[in-house]
């Protein structure tokens, strides 16, 4: 079992910036590819990014790309999704995930086993 805690989430101006932690607890979680993923109302969940269990690799959607920047921090247990220019459209409870074991990164939710219990960030115009 891996726990998964976010952390970070808040209301932002459009424009603004957010730094999300996800801190995780368990299983070893060097061994686990981590994704970012979120949903806003009414919407599906969608992968937002995803890290290599070494951090060698990363996937972003496009909507995120040039934007946001996920990483980790292995020593600590953590991955982290900074946020920067953040549109009202970003808006949505943002979700941790850990995926397989030393694997790369995967855009797929089924991808996914352990999911934190989400962390809402409401981006203003």
């Known amino acids: 079992q891996v726990q998964l805690v976010e952390s970070g989430g808040g209301l932002v101006q459009a424009g603004g910036s957010l730094r999300l932690s996800c801190a995780a607890s368990?299983?070893?979680?060097?061994?686990?590819?981590m994704g970012w993923f979120r949903q806003a109302p009414g919407k599906e969940r969608e992968i937002v990014a995803a890290?290599?269990?070494?951090?060698?690799?990363?996937y972003y959607t496009n909507s995120v790309k040039g934007r946001f920047t996920i990483s980790r921090d292995n020593a600590k247990n953590t991955v982290s999704l900074q946020m920067n220019s953040l549109k009202p459209e970003d808006t949505a409870v943002y979700y941790c995930?850990?995926?397989?074991?030393?694997?790369?990164?995967?855009?797929?939710?089924?991808?996914?086993?352990?999911w934190g219990q989400g962390t809402q960030v409401t981006v203003s115009s």
């Open positions: 995930a850990a995926g397989g074991r030393y694997s790369g990164p995967d855009y797929r939710m089924a991808a996914y086993d352990y």
């Open positions: 890290i290599s269990w070494n951090g060698k690799g990363t």
């Open positions: 368990g299983r070893t979680f060097s061994n686990y590819a």
